[in-house]
């Protein structure tokens, strides 16, 4: 899930950046020190959004920077268990599908592609009873099933339940599984 973020911090600013406005000196630091890490556990960083105040600026003894209190708004992604996500997959291995997720990429392990028994072959994950096929730049409808945000962000995927898989480019939703006709569950 995407959200703006407020956040409050002493922004240092070096004396290095002295011949620019304070402003974007203090944009570049948030930029540097913020943008692309993890906060607070939950949240990736994608981008300042805007400044909303900066105080008076406050001078350390043996310290040349200067530390301007500042509040700002940040856009975050905070990825949430069972959350229904849409991406493209951009890589397939043995261990299952890569999926690009907006800023991040998730990792639907070969288990969790389909609901099926799947093979790797040529580049592709196939289902052994459907043939359904999965491969790079198809794209896909998954849900969240775990996150990892220690030391960079990571989400595991499953595409094995209804609704969820490989969308029909022609269509727009998500391929439906042939039913068996003459099968009978009755034993």
Known sequence: MYEILTLKSKIRVPPRSEDQPM?????????????????????????????DSIDEGVIIPEDP????????????????????????????????A?????????????????DD???????????RKTKESIKIGDTVIASIIAVTTKGQMKIGLTMRAPGLGKVDK??????????????????
């Open 98 to 114: 890569t999926v690009s997720v907006g800023p991040i990429d998730g990792l639907a392990f070969i288990s969790q592609t389909m």
């Open 170 to 187: 022609k269509k727009g939703l998500k391929k439906v599984a042939k039913s068996t006709k003459g099968k009978s569950n009755n034993g």
């Open 65 to 96: 920077s200067v530390y301007y209190p500042t509040t700002f708004r940040v856009l975050g992604y905070t990825p949430n268990l069972h959350e229904t996500v849409k991406g493209q997959v951009v890589n397939i291995s043995e261990i299952g």
């Open 23 to 51: 402003e974007d000196a203090i944009r570049l630091k948030i930029h540097e020190d913020f943008i692309g890490k993890i906060i607070e556990g939950k949240s990736l960083l994608l981008g300042l959004v805007g400044i």
């Open 117 to 127: 028994y799947v093979d790797f072959s040529k580049n592709a994950l196939v289902g």
